[in-house]
């Protein structure tokens, strides 16, 4: 089986940084996701790593640890419509390869 | 990238009712997946659903209560059986790319 933690809530002001962090066990690592999901949304893909380091996209980047277990997405220039939900999910190698998804992060920006 | 559709997008149903949602995509994939989202939760795998084979449902999920199809390579439909108000989420089908793809979701409210 496989655990995903990430944590509930976090707060930052816009214009700032903001780490969200994912730690995650499984048995057969095949890449790690982050997802953005605002309210009555299907998630919108933001990331996938599957190698270790930093995958710079725009505002947003992500870090993979594998020996860690250990991933983070980076905003930068934080903006109010950035206040979603970021959801970290693992893709397994047993099973079909499905996606296994955290409990979600949800980030709210303020002025 | 692939290009999924759902059907309905919402509905209402009534106590001890069944509802079949229908997945369509627009390339061939392999594996479809489907998800469960509860309200103010993150997604979870209700079963991996293979063309020509029976689905493989995760822990805490029976096929009697979400029986599947897989006619072909590019449909898949997922019943929720004997609605219970407890049954109300959003359920999303989604397939396996270089990303994880998801549909609009289908919003099911159980009375």
């Known amino acids: 089986g496989q655990n995903i933690d990430q944590p509930t809530e976090m707060t930052a002001t816009e214009g700032a940084i903001v780490q969200i962090n994912c730690t995650y066990q499984?048995?057969?690592?095949?890449?790690l996701f982050w997802y953005q999901q605002h309210a009555g949304e299907a998630p919108t893909f933001l990331s996938y790593?599957?190698?270790?380091g930093l995958e710079e996209k725009g505002r947003f980047s992500s870090f993979l640890s594998r020996s860690k277990g250990y991933s983070y997405l980076l905003l930068k220039e934080l903006q109010m419509k950035d206040s979603a939900s970021y959801l970290c999910?693992?893709?397994?190698?047993?099973?079909?390869?499905?996606?296994?998804f955290g409990a979600g992060t949800r980030l709210f920006v303020k002025a | 990238s692939a290009v999924i559709s759902q059907k309905p997008s919402r509905d209402i149903c009534q106590r001890g009712t069944s509802l079949t949602i229908q997945c369509q995509v627009d390339?061939?994939?392999?594996?479809m997946f489907w998800y469960r989202q509860q309200p103010g939760q993150s997604l979870t795998l209700i079963a991996t659903?293979?063309?020509?084979?029976?689905?493989?449902?995760e822990s805490g999920f029976v096929i009697d209560k979400f029986p599947i199809s897989r006619p072909n390579l590019t449909f898949s439909t997922l019943t929720v059986s004997n609605m219970s108000p407890e049954d109300s989420s959003i359920y999303l089908c989604?397939?396996?790319?270089?990303?994880?793809?998801f549909g609009p979701g289908t919003r099911l409210t159980v009375l």
């Open positions: 499984t048995s057969g690592f095949n890449g």
């Open positions: 989604s397939v396996r790319g270089d990303t994880q793809y």
């Open positions: 390339s061939q994939v392999t594996m």
């Open positions: 790593n599957v190698l270790d």
């Open positions: 999910a693992v893709r397994e190698t047993t099973g079909g390869f499905k996606t296994i």
């Open positions: 659903a293979n063309q020509g084979s029976e689905a493989t449902y």
